[in-house]
């Protein structure tokens, strides 16, 4: 589900703060930079508003975000639904026991890690990320909440790339962007 | 500069934070003592109180961004910019920010890293805090304010949750303002 039909202004706004940036990081890639909507705290702040707005109230105790903007988006909204925050990382980044998850990239694996004991079985959790493409990462990161016992109630990220048809990746999970981005 | 000398003595907020933080040893390598913030996230109260501190003392300093530095600083940095509506600008390891950048090197123990910056995202003169969950050494730091001056920003103050001693007693970084909420735990008996 995409928020756009239904909040259009806030909405049209968030998305004409996102900056396109041709061919990075390599030839034939349009980046989608969410850097230029941190540098408007009405959008960024309207961002984060929407999201609070879905999920507050509905029983989420752990917010999961994904290295590195993963972490610009996530926390604020733990905040204010009164959620966890966990740092879903890039191996060997945090200390003490994790687990790892392995992810198949274009070219190649990569792996994300999350603490052991950060969640608990049970626990309803949402994922965040700035963007999903291909949906390999946040695939990845579902499965890390599932091996604990968690419920993935929702993956949510500011940006979809619908071509490249990732919520078909996410085995059923629900997901809700705020913009499409053709 | 501790908070607990500079109006928040006995604070109980500030005990709960530095509880709230786990210390792991030998992380990443024997004799560490490696303070994990994650554990300060779990906790919601007490990560509240957190951005609360750092978001009364900046509310009304006028400042216009908060640059966060790569990855721990996004973890703190944005919810304070959107508490007193500032700017988020995030200082990132190289190669990460799309476009054109600047870059500032700074010394490692063994060799050197880089922290880049967006061209353009701060113009010259606006007031800066620039905030990181952990001062060691300062060297991060001091990158990070050599990028922001670099551009003509007012560097206001360097904001960190835990100093080590390496910078206790040290007010200043650079001649920048050190503002830190707690000091590292020690771990009782050892591993």
Do not use: W
Not at chain 2, 61 to 73: K, Y
Not at chain 2, 146 to 169: N, S, T
């Amino acid at each position: 589900m995409s928020a756009y039909r239904d909040k259009d202004p806030l909405i049209h706004g968030i998305q004409s703060k996102i900056r396109v940036v041709p061919n990075f990081p390599k030839p034939g890639i349009m980046f989608q930079d969410i850097t230029t909507l941190l540098l408007d705290p009405k959008a960024f702040k309207d961002t984060v508003d929407l999201f609070v707005e879905r999920y507050k109230g509905k029983n989420i105790s752990v917010v999961a975000g994904i290295e590195a903007r993963g972490f610009i988006f996530g926390p604020p909204i733990a905040l204010e639904i009164g959620a966890k925050f966990v740092p879903l990382r890039k191996p060997k980044k945090l200390p003490g026991k994790v687990i790892s998850e392995e992810y198949v990239l274009e070219y190649g694996k990569d792996c994300l890690e999350m603490h052991v004991g950060a969640v608990e079985p049970g626990e309803r959790a949402l994922v965040v990320d700035d963007l999903i493409a291909t949906g390999g990462t946040l695939c990845a990161a579902m499965q890390l909440l599932e091996r604990v016992g968690a419920e993935v109630v929702e993956c949510a990220c500011v940006i979809e790339l619908p071509d490249l048809k990732g919520r078909e990746r996410l085995n059923g999970k629900p997901l809700y962007v705020l913009v499409e981005s053709r | 500069m501790f908070a607990a000398e500079n109006g928040l003595k006995g604070d109980p907020r500030l005990q709960a934070i530095s509880d709230a933080i786990r210390v792991v040893p030998h992380f990443p390598k024997q004799g560490i003592m490696f303070q994990d913030i994650t554990t300060l996230l779990l906790d919601h109260k007490a990560f509240k109180h957190t951005i609360d501190i750092f978001v009364d003392r900046y509310r009304d300093m006028d400042i216009s961004v908060i640059a966060g530095v790569e990855a721990r600083g996004f973890m703190f940095g944005p919810s304070i910019a959107l508490a007193i509506g500032a700017k988020f600008v995030p200082l990132r390891k190289p190669k990460k920010l799309p476009g054109e950048v600047i870059s500032e090197a700074y010394e490692l123990e063994y060799g050197t890293d880089c922290l880049e910056m967006h061209v353009g995202a701060v113009p010259p003169g606006e007031r800066v805090i620039v905030i990181d969950d952990l001062v060691a050494t300062g060297g991060t730091l001091s990158a990070a304010i050599r990028l922001l001056e670099r551009v003509g920003a007012q560097v206001v103050e360097c904001a960190c949750v835990i100093g080590l001693p390496e910078v206790k007693g040290q007010r200043r970084l650079n001649g920048k303002p050190l503002y830190i909420l707690v000091e590292p735990r020690e771990i009782d008996g050892c591993c």
